[in-house]
């Protein structure tokens, strides 16, 4: 079918896409936000190519988790 003869979302499904935006923001921006802690693991520098990757890797696994209903 074309993609505007779907109907609307339930607001039990709007809902629960809203709390997986939030926990994804929350888990992207609070790895970048927290060097400090980073810091006293003794892990180096959070921007770090390696680290960097390492984070990719950790959210396309949460997000495929996600998408798995």
């Known amino acids: 079918g074309v ?3 779907r109907p609307a ?3 039990a499904r709007r809902r629960k896409l809203a709390v997986r935006l ?3 923001f ?3 921006s609070g790895y970048f936000l927290s060097q400090r802690i980073f810091d006293r693991l003794g892990a ?3 921007l ?3 680290n960097l990757r390492q984070q990719k890797l950790l ?3 949460i ?3 996600f998408l798995l209903e």
């Open 3 to 5: 993609s505007g003869d």
């Open 9 to 11: 979302p339930s607001e």
């Open 22 to 24: 939030v926990a994804m």
């Open 26 to 28: 929350n888990l992207c």
């Open 44 to 46: 180096g520098d959070i």
């Open 48 to 50: 770090a190519e390696e």
């Open 59 to 61: 959210l396309a696994k």
């Open 63 to 65: 997000n495929r988790m």
